[in-house]
């Protein structure tokens, strides 16, 4: 498991108890004893006004076909989780490089690090 992998997770929700099944971005590879990732999460729901924290990811278009992604959708990175592995469901496909290097400045703006 590698940074810019997508996987269909069990992604907890703040507004409701429990988790549901969504599709997450691996921000990290696995952390510590007890294996961990650090993902984002990915909506369907386009939002009314994009944050500058988000990003868009098309699967019209020739860089994220290897998302598998079925419809537009936007990569939330202020919708951050840590999850145990066991978490993960299935591998759908992954971001290219040039995705997840804007990923990660978004992500960096967001964290004013």
């Not at 996987?7 to 990290?28: C, E, N, S």
């Not at 650090?38 to 290897?66: A, C, E, N, T, W």
């Not at 990660?104 to 004013?112: D, I, Q, S």
Request: glycine fraction near 8%; charge should be positive.
């Amino acid at each position: 498991m590698q940074p810019g992998e997508i996987y269909l997770a069990r992604f907890p929700f703040g507004d409701v108890p429990g988790m549901k099944l969504r599709p997450v971005l691996l921000l990290t590879g696995a952390v510590g004893l007890v294996p961990e990732v650090l993902v984002s999460y990915i909506s369907s729901v386009m939002p009314g006004q994009l944050l500058p924290s988000d990003l868009v990811l098309d699967p019209g278009k020739p860089q994220f076909r290897s998302t598998n992604l079925k419809v537009l959708s936007t990569l939330r990175l202020h919708k951050l989780a840590t999850i145990h592995l066991s978490s993960l469901v299935r591998y759908p496909g992954v971001v290219d490089a040039p995705t997840l290097d804007l990923a990660a400045k978004k992500l960096t703006a967001l964290l004013r690090l």
